[in-house]
Nanobody, 124 residues
Framework: QAQLVESGGGLVRSGDSLTLSCAAS????????MAWFRQTPGKEREFVAG????????LYGESVKDRFIISRNRATNTLYLLMKSLKPEDTAVYYC?????????????????WGQGTQVTVST
């Protein structure tokens, strides 16, 4: 059964860096676009970053552009999110998601696989 499992969340201070990982298993995701979303209580899931299967094809949300970097390792079926210069407003549960046919979009409803999420808390 296909599964996405996030890890790497935690409590950090403003200005710190943190790297999240998403391990995919149960099938190959090489033909899937993969992305990170985040969510805070009472709000819709927000698109953070997405990537097709090639390094040059990335998309970032406006609030994280120039601070976050998405990458993926096809050999290990792992997606990463390097988060730099973290701010308290980056505090959220971060989710990994996959959409078929290399699709990368800010619309969460186009993603067919989701992880369980990992909490990131940024203190002042």
């Amino acid at each position: 059964q296909a599964q996405l499992v996030e890890s790497g969340g935690g409590l950090v201070r403003s200005g710190d860096s943190l790297t999240l990982s998403c391990a995919a298993s149960g099938r190959t995701f090489n033909t899937y676009g993969m992305a990170w979303f985040r969510q805070t209580p009472g709000k819709e899931r927000e698109f953070v970053a997405g990537m097709r299967n090639t390094p040059g094809s990335t998309l970032y949300g406006e609030s994280v552009k120039d601070r976050f970097i998405i990458s993926r390792n096809r050999a290990t079926n792992t997606l990463y999110l390097l988060m730099k210069s973290l701010k308290p407003e980056d505090t959220a549960v971060y989710y990994c998601a996959a959409a078929p046919n290399y699709r990368v979009t800010e619309n969460q409803h186009e993603y067919t696989y989701w992880g369980q999420g990992t909490q990131v808390t940024v203190s002042t």
